[in-house]
């Protein structure tokens, strides 16, 4: 059984901020609302039912990437492998994502690997 993650987050490089949020609204079934927005930094809430998410894009996180943090996991995907497989058939942009759940005791050094999806394939990654 695949673990399901109580939050997402992947990166992805040079993203347009309005495709991800037509991606985000497609995917998620729901009204993507925009609560702030600023240079560079996106913060979107969506309502389902009487759940919500919010949802960050951070167009400078790491280099070229952008990290797009799913607070709340109440979407269609168990992990931040899944919805990194979306999110790249949908932009068909290169998306980065953790190989593993975090865990607070592991702290800012665990040694999980990262997978790198790009041109329709997945592959292991050291960033």
Not at 69 to 90: G, M, V
Not at 99 to 107: I, K, N, P, T, V
Not at 108 to 114: L, R
Request: glycine letters at 8%; hydrophobic letters at 35%; charged letters at 30%.
């Amino acid at each position: 059984m695949t673990e399901r993650f109580p939050d997402i987050e992947i990166y992805l490089m040079k993203p347009d901020p309005q495709a991800v949020r037509q991606w985000l609204e497609q995917s998620l079934s729901g009204q993507v609302e925009e609560l702030k927005s600023s240079a560079g930094h996106s913060h979107w809430r969506v309502t389902q039912a009487a759940r919500m998410m919010d949802i960050f894009l951070n167009e400078n996180a790491e280099k070229n990437f952008a990290s797009l943090w799913i607070k709340q996991n109440d979407t269609p995907w168990n992990n931040d492998l899944d919805c990194a497989r979306s999110a790249h058939q949908a932009l068909g942009c290169e998306i980065r994502c953790s190989d593993s759940g975090w865990q607070e005791s592991e702290g800012e050094n665990g040694d999980g690997g990262w997978i790198k999806l790009i041109r329709g394939e997945e592959k292991p990654l050291r960033w």
